[in-house]
């Protein structure tokens, strides 16, 4: 049973596009998290979200949106598409303050 | 402003061989840290952590060391085998707070 999973693994699109990444964990956790992961190899939060609150939003353009529907789930959005969004994004969950699971990641392509 | 750095991004060691892996911190609030390893083409998994309240923590072949006057811990892996071949990512938390600091990664091989 995987537990945390993220769809799809790669993702190829145009600049300009709209597209989501789903995200969701089986572990029970209350705590969800959004990370970039860009060229430079640096692992940056983007999101996290505690009991359907989002409670870090870490300066990142409002083209993108995480959406959780309940608490095994938190989806990313994206909108308008820019080159400079080509990066892997991981999703990740745990329990508030503790160590987190982490998804296989999504490669994200903007052509 | 990164504020959790490994200024390896690469190690090779003999198999057996000690591994040790280095990160330094600039926040003095951080109280919680971590250790993750990551194959390519999967997420980061889980390794070790300590609190601030130790300055070693052990588990089997991984032992991590945390010198909070010189904002420093490392990773030391005993005897390293051919498997642990990964990059190590270094982690970070504030004692307020959800958020995790990452460092950039040490890729780390480990030579037959």
């Known amino acids: 049973d995987t537990a945390v999973s993220q769809t799809p693994k790669y993702l190829v699109t145009q600049m300009g596009n709209d597209k989501s990444i789903k995200c969701e964990q089986n572990?029970?956790?209350?705590?969800m998290y959004w990370y970039k992961q860009d060229s430079k190899k640096f692992l940056k939060i983007m999101f996290s979200y505690n009991n359907k609150e989002l409670i870090i939003n870490e300066t990142v353009p409002n083209r993108f949106s995480p959406k959780s529907p309940d608490k095994a789930h938190l989806n990313l959005h994206i909108n308008s598409l820019e080159l400079g969004d080509s990066a892997v994004y991981f999703c990740?969950?745990?329990?508030?303050?503790?160590?987190?699971?982490f998804g296989p990641g999504t490669r994200l392509t903007v052509t | 402003d990164q504020q959790v750095k490994q200024n390896s991004p690469s190690l090779s060691v003999q198999e057996g061989r000690i591994s040790i892996l280095n990160c330094d911190y600039t926040n003095s609030m951080f109280d919680y840290f971590l250790w993750y390893k990551k194959y390519p083409a999967e997420g980061p998994t889980f390794l070790i952590s300590?609190?601030?309240?130790?300055d070693k923590n052990e588990d089997g072949r991984f032992t991590v060391f945390l010198n909070k006057s010189a904002k420093h811990l490392s990773l030391h892996i005993v005897p390293s085998q051919p498997g642990d071949s990964a990059v190590y990512f270094c982690?970070?938390?504030?004692?307020?707070?959800?958020?995790?600091?990452f460092g950039t990664g040490t890729s780390l091989t480990v030579i037959p």
């Open positions: 982690a970070a938390k504030p004692q307020t707070g959800n958020q995790f600091y």
């Open positions: 300590i609190s601030s309240i130790k």
């Open positions: 990740a969950s745990s329990q508030v303050g503790q160590k987190q699971y």
């Open positions: 572990l029970g956790h209350d705590t």
